[in-house]
């Protein structure tokens, strides 16, 4: 053991309790810990957990919901092909073999990350405190423990990495009628025979595709006059046109109460209607973790969304804290949080070389039905700039792969500034649509001409880039 780590390993004492301390804390065990690497291998370092290893991507957010999404995209695809000329049905839908598909890669790999931060011999430079942070002082912890004991420590440095959770109303959690979020409503037991979501969001949006897709009939309670409002306007309304078609869509309207029980619930909705349900998805949105950890004995502010503050270094006001992923970021995303997480990592090992993160391009996804992709300005946040900007928007239907695969409503929308040729933005709703979208945040991240770049690479045709081909080629400047 390095004479470093031994000085580490030095207790300290503190109003009578001995106390650990650490050369670095990391406060949640996702995309936090995994900054933890041999790079760190020379410091005494502490990872706090009070749920499952792995965060919320692994256990309830993109890994499992996106298995769930592409089952329920292969029943779709059944149920549709008579369109292309093929007879085929979708006899069952095996709920449970679904779910062990899923959960049985899943937790192991959960399990796997708590056994190796655990392992002495693996990482003996890691300790692990498996129970819930607050914060007692500036750089001091102390972790509530199911056992119902604590234990208490201080680090020079803390990287806050706790992640978010879901954001039930109050007149909902208030009304005594079980409900499932995202966090749990992967693991029923059984579809149920009628799903109602409340909330018109990326996580409502998603999780009625894979509903209804396994047979549910699925009602979506929105507050807004569209689904999707944070998407481009012409994105929203086609989105919310589609869901029309699948879904009973309730605009403009909140729930006024709840009562029943579990197979047998009533949804009274504000314009005076009833939906009922054998089960009830909240998914309002999500709600930063900061709060939990009683930031403010630290010192740490929080936005008046609930985020912790932090710079472009990832620093919060408080020194030596850092801050990374939902906790912080305006942007719920695990790839945003592998981004502050790589950056974190080098201001760590290298104080006086610090590198700033970049959330100037950041794509995000919906993984619904039709997908649904985005970068950049909306139009409408183009307008409100009063930007001088020019649009296109290209159809799937008018390309050859297009016809192949019958889409009659997908489309690209891009925007670029008219002065400088460079795009501001692009919105795509159809097939793979997560995955046509990176071409355009290359060129975006890039500082490319479109005009330029639309002209100096082939496009095979006839794939599916050539709709993003033929949008950038219709932009008039």
């Known amino acids: 053991m390095t004479a470093a780590l031994n000085s580490s390993l030095l207790k300290h004492f503190w109003y009578g309790v001995r106390v650990r301390h650490h050369d670095l804390a990391v406060i949640g065990a996702g995309s936090g810990s995994s900054i933890i690497d041999s790079r760190f291998d020379h410091l005494d370092v502490a990872v706090v957990e009070h749920g499952r290893f792995g965060g919320t991507c692994l256990n309830v957010g993109c890994i499992p919901t996106k298995m769930y999404v592409h089952a329920a995209?292969?029943?779709?695809?059944?149920?549709?092909?008579?369109?292309?000329?093929?007879?085929?049905?979708?006899?069952?839908?095996?709920?449970?073999?679904?779910?062990?598909?899923?959960?049985?890669?899943?937790?192991?790999?959960?399990?796997?990350?708590?056994d190796y931060r655990n392992d002495p011999v693996r990482?003996?430079?890691?300790?692990?405190?498996?129970?819930?942070?607050?914060?007692?002082?500036?750089?001091?912890?102390?972790?509530?423990?199911?056992?119902?004991?604590?234990?208490?420590?201080?680090?020079?440095?803390?990287?806050?990495?706790?992640?978010?959770?879901?954001?039930?109303?109050?007149?909902?959690?208030?009304?005594?009628?079980?409900?499932?979020?995202?966090?749990?409503?992967?693991?029923?037991?059984?579809?149920?025979?009628?799903?109602?979501?409340?909330?018109?969001?990326?996580?409502?949006?998603?999780?009625?595709?894979?509903?209804?897709?396994?047979?549910?009939?699925?009602?979506?309670?929105?507050?807004?006059?569209?689904?999707?409002?944070?998407?481009?306007?012409?994105?929203?309304?086609?989105?919310?046109?589609?869901?029309?078609?699948?879904?009973?869509?309730?605009?403009?309207?909140?729930?006024?109460?709840?009562?029943?029980?579990?197979?047998?619930?009533?949804?009274?909705?504000?314009?005076?209607?009833?939906?009922?349900?054998?089960?009830?998805?909240?998914?309002?949105?999500?709600?930063?973790?900061?709060?939990?950890?009683?930031?403010?004995?630290?010192?740490?502010?929080?936005?008046?969304?609930?985020?912790?503050?932090?710079?472009?270094?990832?620093?919060?006001?408080?020194?030596?804290?850092?801050?990374?992923?939902?906790?912080?970021?305006?942007?719920?995303?695990?790839?945003?949080a592998n981004h502050e997480k790589r950056v974190v990592a080098h201001n760590l090992l290298h104080p006086d070389d610090l590198r700033a993160t970049d959330h100037r391009f950041v794509p995000s996804a919906v993984f619904t039905t039709p997908p649904i992709a985005s970068v950049g300005m909306t139009g409408q946040r183009c307008r409100d700039l009063g930007l001088d900007h020019v649009v296109t928007v290209q159809r799937f239907a008018d390309v050859a792969y297009g016809w192949a695969l019958e889409d009659t409503t997908g489309f690209v929308k891009v925007i670029a500034d008219r002065d400088t040729g460079r795009l501001v933005g692009a919105h795509i709703i159809g097939p793979e649509a997560s995955t046509l979208i990176q071409q355009l945040v290359q060129v975006m991240a890039s500082d490319q001409d479109v005009r330029e770049i639309v002209r100096q690479q082939y496009w095979i045709h006839p794939a599916l880039p050539e709709v993003v081909e033929n949008a950038l080629l219709g932009l008039e400047f």
């Open 73 to 114: 995209h292969v029943a779709d695809t059944v149920r549709e092909a008579h369109r292309f000329g093929v007879d085929a049905t979708v006899d069952k839908v095996r709920w449970a073999d679904i779910r062990e598909r899923i959960f049985g890669r899943i937790d192991p790999i959960s399990d796997g990350v708590r």
């Open 123 to 336: 990482t003996p430079n890691v300790t692990t405190y498996e129970g819930s942070a607050r914060f007692t002082g500036a750089r001091s912890v102390r972790v509530e423990l199911p056992t119902g004991t604590a234990e208490e420590f201080t680090a020079d440095r803390i990287l806050i990495a706790a992640g978010a959770r879901p954001d039930v109303p109050e007149i909902v959690e208030s009304s005594g009628v079980p409900y499932e979020t995202s966090d749990t409503v992967m693991r029923l037991s059984a579809v149920p025979r009628r799903l109602v979501v409340l909330g018109g969001g990326f996580v409502g949006a998603e999780f009625a595709h894979v509903f209804s897709a396994f047979g549910a009939h699925v009602a979506v309670v929105s507050q807004g006059p569209a689904l999707l409002r944070r998407e481009d306007e012409d994105v929203s309304a086609a989105f919310t046109d589609r869901a029309r078609e699948r879904w009973d869509v309730r605009l403009n309207t909140r729930v006024a109460g709840m009562t029943g029980s579990p197979g047998d619930i009533r949804v009274e909705l504000s314009d005076g209607s009833v939906v009922e349900a054998d089960t009830v998805l909240v998914a309002t949105g999500r709600r930063p973790n900061g709060d939990l950890l009683d930031v403010g004995s630290a010192g740490i502010p929080l936005h008046l969304d609930g985020r912790i503050v932090v710079d472009e270094y990832q620093r919060t006001p408080v020194d030596g804290i850092f801050a990374i992923g939902d906790v912080s970021s305006p942007f719920q995303l695990k790839h945003v």
